[in-house]
Each structure stands twice: as structure tokens, then as C-alpha cells.
């Protein structure tokens, strides 16, 4: 039972069902824990820094916990997409106005819209292909002016990480954010 319980988990669930199970089991319960707060005030600090009431896209949004964060003059209008359904469906429950919350993978997203602020929490390191993803959204969906805020938790492969993100950008400003976790890094990025 192990064997094949562990093949249909990690082989045969596509993407959306994998992360709704881990929503369902309680998984992510720790982006509620008070250091993630301080990680996305840092990264709402930024939006209001680099943009006047932004159009904002937040890919990878989970349950919506920086759009909770967001109030009515903070942006203009908000868009969070994520894999996970059930995810999304606990941050429609909290959405303010002008807020649309849509299910998509982050590596399978087209737009036409064009946003301010572009924010990936925790979330770039799962794409399959940072550059191609990062070349797409800057030449799509990125206005001119816009900026995106990347946050990447500090470990063996974040280095990696930034230097496939500052391949395509380039970073305007940093800070960290350190709790009993570990370290929390967020770039804004042009």
C-alpha cells in the first residue's frame, strides 16, 4: 500500500489536485504564522513604495492572505491566480472590492491585462521554467512602469533561484525578513 499510495500522490495527480490535497491536509497552514505576516507587510511596503493605487497581480495568491492586507486605496484592482481551487475558494470568501481570484497555473497563464505590480510569494521557485514564465510576463503583462516583487526563502537552491530571476530582471531594491524559520528574501525587480 506505501509503494502505490506514494505513486498516485507524487505521479499520477496532475498539479491542481496535488496542492488541493495539501490545502485540504492543512499543509499551508503556516502562511498564517505571525514571520509570514512580516514577509508580506514587507512586500505590501513595496507595492505602495513603487505604485500609486496599482493594478496588481499576484501569482501563486493561496488562500488570499496579502490580498486580506489590501485595503480599498491600496491598489486599484487586484487579480490572484493559483493552482489550487480549494485554495482560491477560502480567498473569494475574504476578497475586498474589485478583487477577481482565477485558477491557472502560473507557467500556463495568458493575459492581455497589464499590471503595476506583478508580486510572486513563495511562489517563483515552483515554476518549471523561471525565465521563459519571467520573459512572458514582462513582454505581456507587465506595464511599462511596472515592477515585480519576488519573495524567495533563503536555503541551499535560492541562489540559483535569483540568478534565473536576474537573468530577465534586474533587482531595484532588496530586504530581508529573518524569524525562527529561517530568512525570507524580497527583490523588487524592473
Known amino acids: 500500500m506505501g509503494f502505490i499510495s506514494w505513486i498516485k500522490r507524487k505521479i499520477l495527480r ?4 496535488r496542492w488541493d490535497h495539501q490545502y485540504a491536509a492543512g499543509k499551508w497552514e ?8 512580516q514577509r508580506l507587510e514587507l512586500a505590501l511596503y ?15 495568491c493561496g488562500e488570499g492572505d496579502f490580498s486580506v492586507l489590501l485595503k480599498a486605496g491600496d491598489y486599484l484592482t487586484y487579480t490572484g491566480i493559483d493552482v489550487s481551487e480549494l485554495a482560491l475558494r477560502k480567498a473569494r470568501e475574504k476578497a475586498g472590492h474589485n478583487m477577481q481570484f482565477i485558477s491557472i497555473d502560473m507557467d500556463r497563464m495568458k493575459t492581455t491585462a497589464q499590471y503595476d505590480v506583478v508580486l510572486f510569494n513563495e511562489v517563483i521557485n515552483y515554476s518549471r521554467d523561471i525565465p521563459t514564465l519571467l520573459k512572458k510576463l514582462k513582454a505581456q503583462s507587465l506595464a511599462p512602469y511596472g515592477v515585480v516583487i519576488i519573495s524567495v526563502f533563503d536555503h541551499k537552491y535560492s541562489d540559483a533561484i535569483w540568478e534565473k530571476i536576474e537573468c530577465i530582471l534586474k533587482p531595484v531594491e532588496e530586504a530581508e525578513v529573518t524569524g525562527a524559520k529561517g530568512k525570507w528574501k524580497l527583490k523588487v525587480m524592473k
Open 30 to 37: 503556516m502562511l498564517k504564522q505571525e514571520e509570514e505576516k
Open 46 to 60: 513595496f507595492l505602495k513604495k513603487y505604485s500609486a493605487q496599482p493594478r496588481v497581480l499576484e501569482i501563486g
Open 14 to 17: 496532475n498539479a491542481a489536485a
